[in-house]
Each structure stands twice: as structure tokens, then as C-alpha cells.
């Protein structure tokens, strides 16, 4: 575990001319046969070590890009508002000024306020609590008042279903505040969301979940989020037991890895605990990093 203990606030490397930091925005501690769903614990527990009580360390990594026209930034973390007894459930560490994730994109050369937009691949708490923070006042506010935030209309309008099997993921807290700001741009399907960045519908862990490409001078990285969240989620079978539509997550895999293959994508995962990116091998018969 001491690997994921050292991990540098941020990492930074180029895709064609624009630069991407990942952001170590904390971590948390989850279940890690919930993680990897029908896979054997004999066969996960060899990728990724499990604690006493059967979690596993994941980071919770965000991405901040210097497109040319807007500084962006890919998903926020956890965020500052849970309590102690949902911080102990999900094992999460965070701490910070406010949260990590600030100290982050002041360790890759920033100040919070230079964002220019935030694009949520879904509103999952690990991936949108930190759109959002918790004032000494008590009230809970945009922590980002200055940028447009960026997610699927279809994903806006599915977590406020708050049905019995998605409700414990989906917190209003965390993106209802955005909409009362006027600060939300909702996209439908594939979009440009500036110069260089684009979303593309990538379903499956939700309805409509969303991955973020980087393109710049012929080079693209690809931010996948929970479609794949760590690189021991490579293999096309090996999905979450949280995804709600899993066979469409494995196709969404499978179109990645095709063109990831073909143009030889920089992929970026969100969740894994020590790699921030890396590339699929070509000379390798199931998907594996070179």
C-alpha cells in the first residue's frame, strides 16, 4: 500500500500541444468484490490487494487540461460536505484546503479559481461531490462559481430518479446547487466541449456515462472514469457489480479498446491506485499496458 501512499499530488505529461495534470483528489476504500463484480476473489485479490475487511484502495484521480482556450477540469473528487459515519463507510481520505483536489491543482501550477469548466463524467458522489462545497455558514455553494459545468442532460435527468437501486450514489447536494447557480451546460451524446476536449457517450456503469478525449496534433489521451475505472478492469469481462447495465459496459469497452489500439491512446484511469495512464500493449492477445 506504501506505493499508493506516496503518489505525487500531481502528474503532469503532453498530448500533442496541450498539457494534462492528473490530480490526486484523496482516496477510498471499497469492496472489492463489488469492484470487480462476477470475477473470483482469487483471481482480483492477485491485481489489487484487499484490507482485512475485504476493500481495496482506489484513487480518486481527476484531470485538469490546459486546452488553448480553457483551463478544464475532469471530474472533483468526493468534496468536503459527508459526515464522519459516510466517511468511514467508503474509507475516504481527502483531507485538505478545502479538499486535496485543491491542493492538487495548486501543485500542478494553479489556483482553483483559474477553471475555467468542469465536465462530470457521470454525478456519482466520487466523481461530482467535489463540484460542490460546504461553507463554514452551513450552506452549500458551486465550488467552482466562476466556470461552466459540463454533463449529459440524460445524466442530469437520471439522478433525479433517486430510485432504491441508485439513490445511495446519486446526491443532490453534489450538482442541484450547479442548476440553481445557472452554472450547467447539458450535452446530448458526443460533444465539443472546447477546443481539444470532447465528451463521448461511453454507457454502461450508468445510462449515460460519459469519457473525456484529449486531441491535440494528432495525439489523443482518453479519461475513462468508471467504464474502466482501474487497469485491472482492462480485461473486457471484468466489470463492477456497480455498473447497472454491465453487457453494455463491456461493448463500450470493446469499442474503446478498438480505436485506443488504432491510435494508440494515452488512457488515463480514474480509480487505480498507482497508475495514472499508460497504453494498450499491441503485441499482447488480451488487453494489457506496455
Not at 9 to 35: E, F, K, P, S, Y
Not at 66 to 75: N, R, S
Not at 132 to 144: A, Q
Not at 175 to 198: C, H, M, N, Q, S
Amino acid at each position: 500500500m506504501n506505493d499508493f501512499d506516496d503518489q505525487p499530488l500531481a502528474r503532469t505529461t503532453d498530448v500533442g500541444g496541450i498539457r494534462i495534470h492528473a490530480l490526486d483528489a484523496g482516496r477510498q476504500w471499497l469492496d472489492g468484490g463489488a469492484m470487480f463484480g462476477v470475477v473470483p476473489r482469487p483471481l482480483w485479490s492477485k491485481r489489487i490487494e484487499p484490507d482485512e475487511r475485504n476493500r481495496i484502495p482506489l484513487a480518486m484521480r481527476c484531470l485538469l487540461v490546459e486546452a488553448p482556450h480553457a483551463l478544464v477540469l475532469i471530474d472533483t473528487g468526493v468534496g468536503n460536505k459527508d459526515n464522519d459515519k459516510f466517511r468511514s463507510i467508503y474509507g475516504i481520505e481527502n483531507e485538505g484546503d478545502p479538499t486535496r483536489l485543491e491542493d492538487a491543482i495548486r501543485a500542478a501550477g494553479f489556483a482553483p479559481d483559474d477553471v475555467d469548466i468542469v465536465v462530470s463524467t457521470h454525478l456519482h458522489f466520487d466523481h461530482a461531490g467535489g463540484n460542490t462545497r460546504l461553507r463554514s455558514v452551513g450552506d452549500v455553494v458551486p465550488s467552482f462559481p466562476d466556470a461552466e459545468y459540463v454533463v449529459q442532460d440524460g445524466e442530469f435527468r437520471f439522478a433525479h430518479r433517486a430510485n432504491e437501486r441508485i439513490r445511495a450514489s446519486y446526491l443532490p447536494d453534489n450538482y442541484d446547487p450547479i442548476e440553481k447557480a445557472g452554472l450547467w451546460r447539458f450535452v446530448e451524446g458526443e460533444a465539443e466541449v472546447t477546443e481539444g476536449v470532447r465528451v463521448i457517450p461511453t454507457p454502461g456503469h450508468t445510462p449515460f456515462h460519459q469519457s473525456v478525449l484529449i486531441e491535440s496534433a494528432g495525439e489523443t489521451a482518453c479519461f475513462l472514469a468508471d467504464v474502466c475505472p482501474t487497469t485491472a478492469h482492462l480485461s473486457l469481462p471484468w466489470i463492477m457489480g456497480y455498473d447497472l447495465e454491465p453487457l453494455v459496459t463491456l461493448e463500450s469497452k470493446r469499442g474503446l479498446w478498438e480505436r485506443a489500439f488504432e491510435e494508440d491512446w494515452l488512457l488515463v484511469f480514474e480509480h487505480d491506485p498507482v497508475v495514472p495512464w499508460g497504453r494498450l500493449d499491441p503485441d499482447v492477445d488480451r488487453p494489457a499496458l506496455r
